[in-house]
C-alpha cells in the first residue's frame, strides 16, 4: 500500500474515533430496560405511553427510555391477545438525548391459563347438551355439549400482560442524537 495513503487512512480513521466513541446509541444495538408500568392487551390504547428505566446496553448504563404502544389485539373466540410496543427517544444517565426507532424483540408477558374456563365450558355444555338431547330423545346430548363447551372455550384466548419491572429488549433501528 502507498505510505501516502496508509497515511490518509489512518488520520481518518484517528478523526472518526471520537464519533464513534460518543455514538452510545446506535443503529443495531440492543438495549435492556424495565418496565415501567403494567401493560395489558385488555385495556391498552394505541399511543398509550410507555417507559423503561434502569436501561442499559452497549456503552450505555443507567439509561430512560420512552416509547407508546404501537398496536393491541384483544384476546377473543380464536383471536390470541397481543401488545406491540414501539420506542422513541432514549436519555442516557449522563443527559444525552436520541431520537430513536427501537422495536421490542422480547419481553416478560404472562397469560392466564385457559383450564378453567375449558372445565367450565365443558360442564355448561354438557347441562345444555343433557337439556337439548332429552328435547330430541336421545343420550347422547350430555356428551357432544361437553365436548362443543369445551370447545368453545379452548378457542376463546386469553388477553396478555407485560407486567411492570419486567425486563423488556428492544433493538435499535436507528439513532440520532439531539442537541
Do not use: F
Request: net charge positive; proline share 3%.
Amino acid at each position: 500500500m502507498n505510505r501516502h495513503l496508509a497515511s490518509s487512512l489512518a488520520a481518518v480513521a484517528l478523526a472518526l474515533t471520537p464519533l464513534a466513541a460518543s455514538a452510545q446509541v446506535a443503529p443495531g444495538s440492543e438495549l435492556y430496560g424495565y418496565l415501567n408500568q403494567t401493560v395489558d392487551s385488555g385495556s391498552a390504547y394505541v399511543g398509550e405511553p410507555v417507559s423503561a428505566s434502569q436501561v442499559h446496553g452497549d456503552g450505555i448504563s443507567g439509561a430512560r427510555m420512552y416509547g407508546h404502544v404501537a398496536h393491541v389485539q384483544r384476546a377473543g373466540q380464536g383471536t390470541p391477545g397481543r401488545v406491540y410496543l414501539t420506542w422513541t427517544s432514549v436519555r442516557t444517565a449522563s443527559g444525552r438525548r436520541y431520537a430513536i426507532e427501537g422495536r421490542t424483540v422480547r419481553a416478560q408477558v404472562v397469560t392466564k391459563s385457559n383450564a378453567a374456563k375449558e372445565a367450565g365450558g365443558a360442564v355448561a355444555g354438557m347441562i345444555l347438551g343433557n337439556i337439548l338431547g332429552k328435547a330430541v330423545g336421545t343420550n347422547m346430548g350430555g356428551l357432544i355439549g361437553a365436548g362443543g363447551g369445551y370447545l368453545a372455550a379452548k378457542n376463546n384466548r386469553q388477553n396478555v400482560t407485560i407486567p411492570a419491572n419486567s425486563v423488556v429488549e428492544v433493538q435499535i433501528v436507528s439513532a440520532r442524537r439531539q442537541g
